[in-house]
């Protein structure tokens, strides 16, 4: 069992755990992922790591309650304890000295964006953050996000912080003016993402993104969390998360992500009708 030592509610339904895991703390770097179960029946959820303190031996985890098992985590509270916290999986972010490096997050993307951000200021980059949301309510993490980058421009989809607009806007206006970047990075939902690579190709401009596929076991064996990537399939768990954003089949991915609507839903009307699934909820 893994304790939750803190928990903070950073927004409506968007929660920071800090979990104590000190060998998974001692192995991750920024980009990895941990796959997390709830307990012996849970669902294994895949969390890209937020931040990590080896001397703690914690490892932070952002998220948002979107379906059962999330909310079903998100009732969890400091001093509970999660089944399993599997990690650090994935491929570590590539992080070397580019010159001028873009993090654009959407959304919860700002937490796996911070740990990237601060190494690449840390090689000697110079990093410009874009954070964005639909709504002031939603924006988190802006004051560690100033320390990890050298610009951080903030922006909300109906004006309600900072400006009016999405982060593509952001982007380009930042492109038009100081020219272009060494390279981009863009993690959040996917059709942000793939409006961040539609801008990015008009000036061919380096970008990678971090896919949050369907996925099983985490470790290849699966497939479920398969990708086309220019044209060959990739696995997002042994792969990734990162992938050049160029070469990303969205389409395909938009059209997988939507697989188990249906089932998600059915699940999580569990968590609201209080039938627990026993066949006697009647909606």
């Known amino acids: ?83 399993d916290f599997v990690g650090p999986l994935g491929v570590p972010s590539h992080v070397d000295k580019f010159g001028t490096v873009v993090m654009v997050a959407g959304g919860v993307g700002v937490a796996p964006v911070f740990p990237i951000a601060r190494e690449m200021k840390a090689a000697g980059n110079h990093v410009v953050g874009i954070m964005g949301a639909r709504n002031k309510d939603l924006i988190f993490w802006e004051e560690p996000m100033q320390e990890a980058c050298n610009e951080l421009l903030v922006t909300t989809d109906d004006g309600s912080y900072v400006r009016k607009g999405f982060v593509t806007d952001v982007l380009r206006e930042y492109i038009e003016k100081e020219g272009k970047p060494a390279m981009v990075m863009a993690i959040g939902p996917l059709p942000m993402m793939r409006a961040v690579v539609n801008v990015t190709k008009e000036y061919d401009i380096k970008t990678m993104v971090s896919l949050n596929s369907i996925m099983v076991d985490g470790t290849g064996m699966c497939g479920a969390c398969r990708v086309t990537i220019g044209g060959e399939t990739k696995f997002v768990c042994v792969d990734g998360p990162e992938f050049d954003g160029h070469l990303v089949d969205f389409e395909e991915q938009m059209i997988r992500s939507r697989q188990y609507k249906s089932e998600e839903q059915q699940a999580l009307q569990k968590t609201t009708c209080g039938c627990g699934g026993g066949g006697k909820c009647h909606g």
Request: hydrophobic share 45%; net charge positive.
């Open 1 to 83: 069992m893994y304790q939750i030592v803190a928990k903070r509610t950073l927004a409506p339904a968007i929660h920071e755990y800090e979990i104590l895991a000190p060998k998974v703390a001692k192995k991750a770097r920024a980009g990895q992922f941990i796959i997390v179960k709830v307990d012996e029946n849970g669902e294994r959820i895949p969390l890209t790591i937020a931040d990590f303190n080896r001397e703690a031996g914690t490892v932070t985890i952002v998220f948002a309650e979107a379906g059962y098992s999330t909310k079903k985590l998100g009732q969890l509270n400091a001093g509970d304890a999660v089944q």
